[in-house]
């Protein structure tokens, strides 16, 4: 028993390696080549550079105003984030506290929309808010956060959904008897006791709409280069017969460089609302 639990341990030490290495390869990759020229990632992307220098990232961050356009994907993504948890946290909270035939098939339908690719949505989404309503033209940063907080929200609400129903009513109930109202009681009994589950959806929206390139894309095409993401602003490096790599992969790493640290801070709080649910 002592040798086949040893190499059983042994066996899913080397599995882990593996998916350790072929996990962080990809980001080894991509920081070893950011601080090679065009012609030395050409000639040999695995070897080590020949010199470390940050003239490419310098450069990168003139060209695509790193600074400005940090700020405009910084304020859609907290924006979204901030009224997604809250909207979705008291929708869910309705329809878990006051079940009905009306709340069940809005949770339903809300549900259900997840399963609906945006691609599917796309055209009939730009045709709405840009031709018909010209909300793209006017105003293209808010109409982006508004979509953003259409589209995360279904899956906020089903998480938060399963939560709830796991906090006692007896929490409530005294909060009522000290003489709390409705709003006093979510806000101050039951958002608190949700801080994990919260840290996890924000985590999870802000991985998905700081990297998101295809919304921004068509909402933000035409808004001029002061209104752009990170993820458009690295596409100055690119054109159709050519990519400038020693400045297009520094760009990268100094786009997904934010998201990376904000969820090393909070992977506490994701694995604790993971295990949360897990429990209840």
Same mark, same amino acid.
């Given at each position: 028993?002592?040798?086949?639990?040893?190499?059983?341990?042994?066996?899913?030490?080397?599995?882990?390696?593996?998916?350790?290495?072929?996990?962080?390869?990809?980001?080894?990759?991509?920081? &070893?080549? %950011?601080?090679?020229?065009?012609?030395?990632?050409?000639? +040999?992307?695995?070897?080590? =550079? $020949?010199? @470390?220098?940050?003239?490419?990232?310098?450069?990168?961050?003139?060209?695509?105003?790193?600074?400005?356009?940090?700020?405009?994907?910084?304020?859609?993504?907290?924006?979204?984030?901030?009224?997604?948890?809250?909207?979705?946290?008291?929708?869910?909270?309705?329809?878990?506290?006051?079940?009905?035939?009306?709340?069940?098939?809005?949770?339903?339908?809300?549900?259900?929309?997840?399963?609906?690719?945006?691609?599917?949505?796309?055209?009939? &989404?730009? %045709?709405?808010?840009?031709?018909?309503?010209?909300?793209? +033209?006017?105003?293209?940063? =808010? $109409?982006? @956060?508004?979509?953003?907080?259409?589209?995360?929200?279904?899956?906020?609400?089903?998480?938060?959904?399963?939560?709830?129903?796991?906090?006692?009513?007896?929490?409530?109930?005294?909060?009522?008897?000290?003489?709390?109202?409705?709003?006093?009681?979510?806000?101050?009994?039951?958002?608190?006791?949700?801080?994990?589950?919260?840290?996890?959806?924000?985590?999870?929206?802000?991985?998905?709409?700081?990297?998101?390139?295809?919304?921004?894309?068509?909402?933000?095409?035409?808004?001029?280069?002061?209104?752009?993401?990170?993820?458009?602003?690295?596409?100055?490096?690119?054109?159709?017969?050519?990519?400038?790599?020693?400045?297009?992969?520094?760009?990268?790493?100094?786009?997904?460089?934010?998201?990376?640290?904000?969820?090393?801070?909070?992977?506490?709080?994701?694995?604790?609302?993971?295990?949360?649910?897990?429990?209840?």
């Amino acid at each position: 028993m002592g040798v086949l639990s040893s190499a059983r341990r042994g066996f899913v030490l080397v599995l882990l390696a593996v998916a350790l290495i072929v996990s962080i390869f990809p980001f080894a990759l991509l920081l &070893l080549n %950011s601080f090679k020229s065009n012609a030395e990632i050409m000639a +040999s992307p695995f070897s080590l =550079p $020949t010199s @470390i220098g940050f003239d490419n990232f310098k450069i990168a961050m003139e060209q695509m105003h790193y600074f400005r356009s940090f700020m405009n994907t910084s304020v859609i993504t907290f924006t979204s984030i901030l009224v997604i948890l809250i909207l979705s946290a008291m929708t869910s909270y309705q329809f878990v506290r006051h079940p009905s035939r009306i709340n069940t098939t809005l949770f339903m339908m809300m549900v259900s929309s997840m399963i609906i690719p945006f691609q599917a949505i796309m055209i009939p &989404l730009v %045709s709405v808010y840009g031709r018909h309503l010209g909300w793209i +033209s006017a105003m293209p940063q =808010p $109409t982006l @956060i508004f979509m953003y907080i259409g589209f995360g929200s279904p899956l906020a609400v089903f998480i938060y959904h399963g939560f709830i129903k796991s906090i006692p009513r007896e929490l409530e109930q005294a909060a009522f008897i000290d003489g709390c109202g409705r709003n006093q009681t979510f806000f101050k009994i039951v958002f608190p006791i949700l801080l994990p589950t919260s840290v996890t959806i924000g985590i999870l929206h802000t991985l998905w709409i700081w990297n998101d390139f295809l919304l921004p894309l068509i909402v933000l095409q035409n808004a001029g280069k002061d209104s752009l993401t990170l993820p458009l602003a690295i596409q100055v490096f690119k054109d159709i017969y050519s990519t400038d790599y020693a400045k297009f992969l520094p760009g990268i790493l100094l786009t997904t460089l934010p998201v990376l640290l904000i969820y090393l801070f909070a992977q506490r709080y994701v694995i604790q609302g993971i295990l949360q649910g897990s429990v209840k």
